[in-house]
Nanobody, 126 residues
Framework: EVQLVESGGGLVQAGGSLRLSCAAS????????IGWFRQAPGKEREGVSR????????YYADSVKGRFTISSDNAKKTVYLQMNSLKPEDTAVYYC???????????????????WGQGTQVTVSS
């Protein structure tokens, strides 16, 4: 059974930091790309960052470049999202997703994502 389990969300003041974790099981972790997405109330889901486990290449949305860092521990089958200098507009439910198929139409980070976690809430107060 494929599982993606996010953790690490919480309430933080603007300017603070959080580290999200995405623990994966049930698929060949090394072969997949893992993406972080977020959805704020009343807004569409948007891509935040992506790492390809095979070559550790990374991709970031412009809105988080320089503030967020994605990393992967293949031995632990876990992907992390270090979020620094958080802003109130970063408030959202954050999801991780896994995909192996390269997208043939524009998709965030260039992959189709087949598996999704349940999400973790991040709230940044001003």
């Amino acid at each position: 059974e494929v599982q993606l389990v996010e953790s690490g969300g919480g309430l933080v003041q603007a300017g603070g930091s959080l580290r999200l974790s995405c623990a994966a099981s049930g698929f060949t972790f090394d072969a997949y790309a893992i993406g972080w997405f977020r959805q704020a109330p009343g807004k569409e889901r948007e891509g935040v960052s992506r790492i390809t486990n095979s070559d550790r290449s990374t991709y970031y949305a412009d809105s988080v470049k320089g503030r967020f860092t994605i990393s992967s521990d293949n031995a632990k089958k876990t992907v992390y999202l270090q979020m620094n200098s958080l802003k109130p507009e970063d408030t959202a439910v954050y999801y991780c997703a896994a995909g192996i198929r390269v997208a043939t139409i524009p998709r965030f980070g260039g992959y189709e994502y087949d598996y999704w976690g349940q999400g973790t809430q991040v709230t940044v107060s001003s």
